[in-house]
């Protein structure tokens, strides 16, 4: 099946320092892949979607210039969360359609929790 | 919009019991629906799919139909184990847009020995 994966699996960062989240689709090539993030014990709140060579569509109330989401390439998309501050902790999660957006089941990677001090 | 609505959790059984998890959603189309079971620490992993009325999905001893009439998706198992202490995503996601899917919010289950 296809595989998706993310790097780092957690991250301990200070206060106003940036992050970088890898999210890698292994054995299929993405052209759309899509950044969740989770709060515990709540559901997946769907931040932007993901689109290689272009930019990224961001859901409402997303800062853009705060999550900054890179698509290079088809198998790797980019989440760096700019001068993070204690309430951007939380759990990071990418998926990606082995159709794109043609398909109806995502494959989500295995996620990344930060811990901003 | 579309919406989907869980049972609230946690739900706490005996190995062995039987589980149901319910589910009901709203949309404005015909969507495929889906459970994923996201395992502590860890990212979601499908666990099955129904893509129309009356469909069936199953896997792992997991089930699910697709009933249009109730607009249900209700997920079953026979015989838990403690290995399926999780929490479990209702999702759809609508076909001819976007498939983005929308998830409700999760239902934790405890399985004790």
């Known amino acids: 099946g296809a595989v998706v994966s993310q790097h780092p699996s957690w991250v301990i960062c200070k206060s106003g320092t940036s992050v970088k989240i890898e999210c890698r689709s292994l054995?299929?090539?993405?052209?759309?892949m899509f950044w969740y993030r989770q709060f515990p014990k709540q559901s997946l709140m769907l931040m932007a979607t993901s689109n290689e060579g272009s930019k990224a569509t961001y859901e409402q109330g997303v800062e853009k210039d705060k999550f900054l989401i890179n698509h290079a390439s088809l198998t790797l998309s980019t989440l760096t969360v700019t001068s993070a501050h204690p309430e951007d902790s939380s759990f990071y999660i990418c998926?990606?359609?082995?159709?794109?957006?043609?398909?109806?089941?995502?494959?989500f990677g295995p996620g990344t929790r930060l811990t901003v001090l | 919009g579309d919406s989907v609505t869980q049972m609230e959790g946690p739900v706490t059984l005996s190995e062995e019991a039987f589980l149901t998890i319910n589910c009901t959603y709203t949309a404005t189309g015909y969507p495929s629906l889906f459970w994923y079971v996201q395992y502590p620490g860890e990212g979601l992993q499908l666990l099955l799919k129904a893509t129309k009325a009356d469909d069936k999905g199953s896997n792992k001893g997991f089930e699910a139909t697709y009933r249009k009439e109730t607009t249900s998706f209700h997920l079953e198992k026979g015989s838990v184990q403690v290995s399926d202490s999780a929490v479990y995503f209702c999702a759809l996601s609508e076909s001819g847009g976007s498939y983005i899917p929308t998830f409700g919010r999760g239902t934790s289950l405890i399985v004790h020995p």
């Open positions: 054995d299929f090539q993405a052209t759309t």
């Open positions: 998926s990606a359609s082995v159709g794109g957006l043609s398909t109806d089941t995502q494959y």
